[in-house]
């Protein structure tokens, strides 16, 4: 089934980017914590679950990411990012939560002042990388479905016009149509 699913971990600016990419459905779905174990076991730092590549997913394969995005060791902040709707559709009928950064996760109860060592700075800067890459991802989203939602309404407006001109076409055939009624009945005396 390997070529139904694919997880892999790269590094980038300090994250780990874990890719999950294919079909993840019931056949696959018990191959899900294990290849991403194996995955990030290679690539240090914070966690970002990167569903761009996801073509599938069922409702046990979202409940396999789901487990398996939840049971991150605790040391690897987690978020997700560039999920597709028809893969959010799908954790949201579960009711499933995709870990997205909280809202209060920068508010001032959890903020503590920075250290001044380098590894503190440096794991701060990389929750900040996390938290902005999360934001562009939502933006880029809603960016698509922008720009869908534009497409979509130039195309009905343009089939509006469409069936607007037919209309008006078969109503001056009906009109020319009766007209020449009219005519024939006056021409025959009828």
């Known amino acids: 089934m390997a070529g139904y ?3 892999q971990a790269e590094g980038s600016n300090g994250l780990c980017v874990l890719r999950v990419s294919g079909e993840v459905d019931v056949v696959t779905a018990e191959e899900v914590a294990e290849r991403a174990d194996q995955a990030l076991q290679e ?4 966690v970002m679950v990167d569903l761009s590549g996801l073509t599938f997913i069922d409702a046990c394969g979202a409940r396999a990411l789901a487990a398996m995005i939840d049971t991150l060791p605790a040391g690897r902040l987690t978020a997700v990012r560039s999920c597709a709707p ?4 799908v954790f949201d009928l579960l009711d499933l939560s995709l870990n997205y950064l909280p809202a209060d996760y920068l ?3 959890n903020w503590t002042a920075p250290r001044f060592g380098t590894r503190e700075l440096t794991s701060r800067v990389q929750e900040a990388l996390l938290h902005a890459s999360v934001a562009k991802d939502s933006a880029s989203g809603v960016m698509a479905l922008l720009a869908d939602t534009s497409t979509r ?4 407006l343009e089939q509006t016009g ?3 001109e037919q209309g008006r076409r078969v109503l001056a055939s009906a009109r ?5 009624a009219i005519r024939s009945r006056q021409e025959t005396g009828t």
Do not use: D
């Open 5 to 7: 699913l694919r997880i």
């Open 43 to 46: 690539v240090p730092g914070p």
């Open 86 to 89: 028809h893969v959010r559709l």
């Open 107 to 109: 508010s001032a109860e």
């Open 153 to 156: 309404l130039a195309s009905t």
């Open 162 to 164: 469409l069936i607007r």
């Open 176 to 180: 020319a149509a009766r007209e020449q």
